[in-house]
């Protein structure tokens, strides 16, 4: 199956920047994921694939030399220019994760965050980034986890098993755009089957409910977040999951 140009969004209709609002919380969980994931670690060259308007590119840079965003879409990285501004050691390129303009084995770090749902079947794409990450490099995935507690209890209740293939969560059926979520053992084994092994998971946004949101302060929600990242990671609780993985060197 030939695979389209991922440029959804240059829709001019989809504010990216401003889905964030409101959503201050799962940001900052996702902060919290990175820095517990790359603390102690210092990279030449981090790349931000399918990175938007650089939403997560600040904190990156704290743990890179040079960290650039690779993104599909021109209207993302057009965001990205007022959006990085003041930000030195950050720059830009035009791709996407089936085609990325890097030599082998030269990116010390990859980072894929909210990006695979667009992408049913990611083969491709993490053959790609394992030819551009050193040996021994790292990649940093955050994806929306299907085998969520809330959809195992759900499933269960029907006597039913997660599936093991991403399912379709499209709300709007007419619309050609893929959103997906996977199930995390799949994508476990796809980046394996690249040469990546996981050595370590983390379950993100454990307390993303709207009610939890209107009630408590995003300080008590967030402290609660770090206690549970580690012990539910196990279980994939959480509807995101992390996982830091390392190229067979
Ligand atoms: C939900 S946004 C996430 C952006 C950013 N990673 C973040 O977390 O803020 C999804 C991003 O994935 C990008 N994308 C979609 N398909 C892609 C592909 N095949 N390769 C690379 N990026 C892709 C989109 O252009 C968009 O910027």
Known sequence: MTKKTADQYNDPSHNY??????????????????RRMLKG???????????????????????????????????????AKDFLKDKKGIDMVLAQADALPFKDASIDLITVVRVIHHIP??????AEIARVLKPGGYLFIEFANYANFKNRIKYASKLKRIPR????IRK?????????????????KQLAH???????????SN??????????????????????QIPLARTFFGPSTVYLLKKRG
């Open 41 to 79: 670690k210092h990279f030449n060259k981090i790349v931000d694939v399918g990175g938007g308007y650089g939403r997560i590119c600040p904190v990156l840079k704290e743990y890179a030399d040079q960290v650039t965003l690779a993104e599909p879409s021109q209207q993302q990285l057009d965001i």
């Open 17 to 34: 920047l401003k889905y964030w609002d409101g959503r201050e919380y799962e940001h900052a969980a996702e902060e919290v994921a990175i």
């Open 172 to 188: 709007d059926m007419t619309s050609n755009i893929p959103f997906v979520n996977h199930n995390p053992h799949t994508v476990r």
């Open 121 to 126: 079947d990611p083969t491709e794409e993490f």
């Open 194 to 204: 690249s040469g990546m092994q996981v050595e370590r998971i983390l379950s993100v």
């Open 207 to 228: 307390l993303r409910s709207p009610s939890l949101k209107k009630f408590l302060p995003k300080s008590a929600l967030l402290t609660v977040e770090k206690a549970m």
């Open 165 to 168: 293939e991403p399912v379709d």
